[in-house]
């Protein structure tokens, strides 16, 4: 649905039906944008009954009124000041035994865990249920930036209260949505719990995440619980209409979408090499595990004990001896863990030439990558369906640890046939602007609690860039500039036929031209791929990068090259055993040839731009980098 539907869907929400409430298709529920998203934010919705899932983000908890308490059945005459009482000394320090006995146990660590809000027993009366709360919570499905306030009555769960309140808790619940009672309350709405139908509880020492905002950098060591936080929620939802905006404007423009492979014969660059080749020559699990009668797991668990141990004896200052031991104890034991870990090491793996492999024994029976780009196979498409393109993972194996480089990245492909430069940059050019565009009308939410919590000027970029045109000019315009640079001193001197860096690309968008996104073209035939189309100056190629502040290279594009004659050139450079990888290539050309090019959008760079996100393995739900590849 375009944004016209959208506002039209939204008016009907709002005047229409004003209290109409849609269930989540495929669950029992309503999802939270649809009360939290209208115009007036669901008050309208006030005495709907409606059921909603969601992680808690926050907890308080108030203690209910207590009643009154029953007449007594016996009548106790109050004690005499002139009359001695008949409770002796020793059953008033028995009455309070219960209440010592706990509070030694939490002092020194062991025992049971009481909860915060139990009461302790009282001599002379009967063990009392425990106090009841009101729980406010704040809970978020991931459909929305905005949480709900549900109030529930933790009479409703036998789930100990302060578990119940723990962040990251799944609650399921059913109740009537109401105007807030107190009249300084931040929410238009909320839930009045009159059911809980599931309660997902977690393990507070386990789970990794806080009510403090952690840094995103130590997210990632949690990418499969990051998505639960406020920021990265947004950031995906973001990530998500980037590719449904790619989609709606390739279709709406004529494309055909293509599945390409994941695994390829051609390529380019430092490749993923695929392979069945490298059996495993460790030595037997079982024997790995074992060390003279012990195993690593049951080592670490004494390890647990004994530390355990420790922090008791050090609570309840026991014998200074008995602590002595006990360290001793614990540091032979760490010792024997590390002699255990270090036997389990796996041997070094002899690595094998790839002259040596032979590839007839292969699985495919010869030489296969990870793809490092899709358009190549879309161009044989490009040549029967005129207009194509494609979604879907792209590789490189360069040894690079930085803040815009993945080993695995997501590539939004096009091939046109009948197409030249010229049409490339145009399509580059309408594509970015109407997903800069297509997020400022489909993910206002979003991009507002991006702006307050991450950059203040993604809304006012991406405004400017959705209604300015790009500035467009050549390789060899972009050198000159550089070197008119007399102030700035750069780490690869800006010559030409040296490849763009990132150093020299981000001075000409963030300093030459203030913050404007560029489109440079016309590279030195050197610095780009074989297959890109040569110019008539025999030195330069047709391709291009459109390039963006603080980011670098978002959509690169060229014009392929469709003369047999000069690709056939060009791959004999390569070596003779290129050749016949590529012979599937150049029958395009032996064979209905036709002038074609296309565009190649890295998606994780596009989201950087429109979030401002600092580092790219935020951008993408699980990071594959050099060296770190978790989950």
């Known amino acids: 649905m375009d ?19 849609t269930l989540s298709k495929y669950s029992n529920r309503v999802e939270l944008k649809t009360l939290l998203e209208r115009s007036d934010r669901g008050a309208r919705l006030a005495g709907k009954r409606v059921v909603i899932g969601g992680w808690v983000k926050s907890s308080r908890a108030v203690k209910k009124d207590s009643p009154p308490p029953p007449p007594p059945s016996l009548a106790v005459p109050p004690p005499s000041t002139t009359t001695k009482s008949n409770v002796s000394c020793t059953e008033i320090i028995q009455s309070k035994m219960n209440i010592f006995r706990k509070l030694f146990d939490v002092l020194s660590g062991g025992g049971k865990n009481y909860p915060i809000f139990d009461k302790p027993e009282i001599a002379g009366h009967k063990a009392t249920s425990p106090p009841e709360y009101i729980i406010y919570f704040l809970i978020s499905d991931g459909s ?60 507070p020492e386990k789970y990794p995440l806080s009510k403090k905002q952690l840094p995103l950098h130590l997210l990632r060591d949690f990418s499969h619980f990051r998505p639960r936080t406020t920021t990265v929620g947004s950031v995906t939802r973001v ?46 699990k079982e024997e790995k595990k074992k060390h003279d009668g012990f195993s690593i797991d049951t080592v670490k668990a004494a390890i647990k004990e004994k530390s355990r141990l420790i922090d008791h004896l050090k609570r309840s200052d026991s014998n200074r001896e008995a602590l002595a031991a006990a360290i001793h104890d614990l540091k032979k034991t760490t010792d024997l863990a590390a002699q255990l870990e270090k036997k389990q090491k796996p041997k070094a793996v002899t690595l094998i030439k790839p002259e040596k492999f032979d590839v007839s024994k292969d699985f495919f029976g010869c030489d296969t990558y990870l793809t490092v780009s899709g358009r190549f196979h879309l161009e044989s498409y490009a040549s029967a369906l005129g207009k194509v393109y494609t979604f879907g993972p792209r590789f490189t194996a360069e040894k690079i640890d930085n803040a815009r480089h993945l080993a695995e990245m997501w590539n ?17 050019d309408e594509f970015f602007k109407f997903l800069c565009k297509y997020l400022l009308e489909n993910r206002h939410e979003d991009m507002k609690f991006i702006s307050k919590r991450v950059d203040k000027t993604v809304t006012t970029r991406l405004e400017a860039t959705a209604s300015n045109s790009l500035l467009r000019f050549s390789y060899t315009e972009a050198i000159s500039l550089l070197q008119k640079a007399t102030t700035r001193t750069f780490e690869t001197k800006p010559e030409w036929g040296v490849a763009l860096t990132e150093e020299h690309l981000s001075y000409l968008t963030d300093e030459i031209c203030k913050g ?5 073209h016309s590279y030195p035939k050197e610095v780009k791929p074989f297959y890109i189309r040569l110019n008539d100056d025999n030195k330069t190629v047709a391709a291009f990068d459109l390039v963006v502040p603080k980011v670098g290279v978002v959509i690169s594009g060229s014009q392929n090259e469709e003369r047999f004659e000069v690709l056939d050139a060009r791959i004999r450079e390569l070596g003779s055993t290129s050749r016949e990888k590529y012979e599937w290539y150049l029958d395009l050309r032996r064979h209905g040839t036709v002038k074609h090019s296309g565009i190649s959008l890295r998606m994780e760079h596009m989201l950087l731009f429109a979030t401002g996100l600092p580092d790219i393995k935020d951008a993408i739900p699980f990071p594959r980098s050099w060296g770190k590849a978790n989950n």
């Open 516 to 520: 404007s996104v560029v489109i440079i």
């Open 144 to 203: 929305s930036v905005s949480s709900l306030q549900v109030v529930v009555d933790s009479a409703m769960s036998n789930v100990p209260v302060t578990q119940l309140m723990s962040l990251g808790t799944c609650i399921v619940a059913e109740g009537v949505l109401r105007q807030p009672l107190a009249a300084s309350a931040k929410h238009v709405i909320e839930l009045e719990t009159e059911k809980l139908l599931h309660v997902g509880t977690v393990d």
């Open 3 to 21: 944004s016209h539907g959208l506002t039209h869907q939204k008016e009907q929400d709002d005047v229409i039906s004003p209290k109409s409430v």
């Open 412 to 428: 939004v492909e096009a091939e046109m046939a009948f197409s030249e430069l010229d049409d490339a940059m145009d399509c580059a």
């Open 239 to 284: 990530h998500s209409a980037l590719t449904l905006a790619s989609h709606t404007f390739f279709q709406s423009n004529g494309f055909q979408y293509v599945q390409v492979p994941v695994i390829t014969t051609t390529g380019f660059g430092e490749m993923f090499r695929v392979t069945t080749l490298l059996g495993d020559k460790t030595d037997d």
